[in-house]
């Protein structure tokens, strides 16, 4: 396992993406997806909360894989627990601790390790029922490494039929699948399809784009368009899943077009915060934005400051993320809001207690916008 990869909790989309093309993270050869019937839920030991040893049928599980070297797992700590706990009447949801001696704590028992951890002031934050996986890692063989991506965080949802429902590195769309699952609304055929329809579009990013320069790799984001929009008409409430991606070919192909896939994005409550997060950051590094593209931004930016769980870095109120969408808008012509906007941030820069040469800054860009 390459600690790097999984270590972090702000690692940029398209840095995943290169990154999961290069290493034993990313799995072509895949024996565990939706619809599968969940793998036996053997552990070493329950830290927390009461040993289960198999899904009863009926009732529904969420089991998210963490390590105490994740960065990424602890800052998704707030939210997974947010949701065991509004949930903790209808759904289980168990913490499995596992790969302990691919971090600094290798050959130490990693029961004591969690122990000792979920003392300290990042770990107390995870409220739910934790167990440890072992020195073997038998759970994060049987669960983690049979799937595309094989790092942590992974989140999985267990139906009321024991099989396998959900599953993403990222829980933005947790509850939403999860709300569907209670409902025994979820098609586990469509999911299972829509997973597969993204995972072959990935293909053609890794093992092509990513890879190849010039004329083919122009090809190769042609043959990422293509089948991304025809992912759309197959699934067009579904459109999210394959968004940053469309995104990411017309950024390459016909800039033009840009805003109105930003605008899509910003739009669609399905869209990945670190989706979103990562087309305004790869937007913003171009020197040849226009109006149009500055106004699709707006979008994009107003969406971000959306996220109630923003731990990971992705979105959420701040004094930068004001400050950026201020300026976003007074680069999109809209000065009024530039103002309101800075004013914000400014305030929130005094509950913060910024420093002097902070707020100084800020007033003299309102300052300006006002002007």
């Not at 971090?103 to 969690?114: I, L, M, N, S, T």
């Not at 063989?141 to 959900?166: C, E, M, S, Y």
């Not at 055929?189 to 997973?195: D, F, L, P, R």
């Amino acid at each position: 396992m390459e600690k790097y990869f999984i270590k972090g909790a702000k690692l940029a989309s398209v840095l995943l993406l290169i990154t999961l093309s290069s290493t034993a993270q990313f799995n072509k050869n895949v024996t565990l997806r939706i619809g599968d019937t969940a793998p036996q839920l053997k552990v070493e030991a329950f830290i927390r909360g009461k040993p289960v040893t198999k899904f009863e049928k009926g009732k529904v599980y969420v089991v998210d894989f963490w390590a105490t070297w994740c960065g990424g797992c602890i800052a998704s700590f707030p939210h997974i627990s947010y949701l065991a706990n509004k949930y903790k009447n209808s759904v289980h949801f168990i913490s499995v601790d596992s790969y302990e001696d691919a971090g600094e704590h290798k050959g130490e028992d990693p029961a004591q390790v969690v122990k000792t951890f979920l003392k300290t002031p990042i770990g107390q934050p995870l409220t739910l029922d934790v167990c440890v996986d072992g020195t073997d890692n038998a759970m994060y063989t049987n669960w983690v490494k049979p799937l595309r991506r094989n790092g942590f965080p992974t989140t999985f949802i267990i139906d009321q039929d024991g099989k396998l429902a959900w599953m993403d590195v990222n829980l933005d769309n947790l509850e939403w699948a999860l709300q569907l699952v209670l409902a025994k609304k979820w098609d586990l055929n469509k999911a299972a399809a829509v997973m597969k329809g993204r995972d072959d579009i990935e293909d053609i990013l890794f093992f092509k784009a990513f890879r190849e320069k010039g004329e083919q790799e122009k090809k190769s984001y042609q043959e990422v368009l293509k089948e991304s929009e025809a992912f759309e008409e197959r699934f067009p409430d579904r459109k999210a899943a394959v968004a940053f991606y469309k995104f990411m070919a017309l950024a390459e192909l016909d800039k033009p077009q840009v805003p109105a896939i930003l605008e899509q994005m910003a739009a669609d409550p399905l869209s990945k915060y670190i989706n979103l997060d990562d087309a305004n950051g790869l937007t913003l590094r171009r020197n040849d934005l226009t109006k149009r593209d500055y106004e699709a931004l707006v979008k994009v930016q107003e969406r971000l400051l959306t996220n109630e769980h923003n731990g990971t870095g992705h979105g959420g109120k701040s004094v930068k993320a004001y400050e950026n969408l201020a300026d976003t808008y007074w680069k999109a012509g809209q000065g009024t809001q530039a103002v309101a906007t800075q004013e914000k941030a400014i305030a929130m820069a005094k509950v913060k207690n910024a420093t002097d040469q902070k707020l100084d800054s800020l007033l003299r860009t309102l300052k300006r916008y006002k002007g």
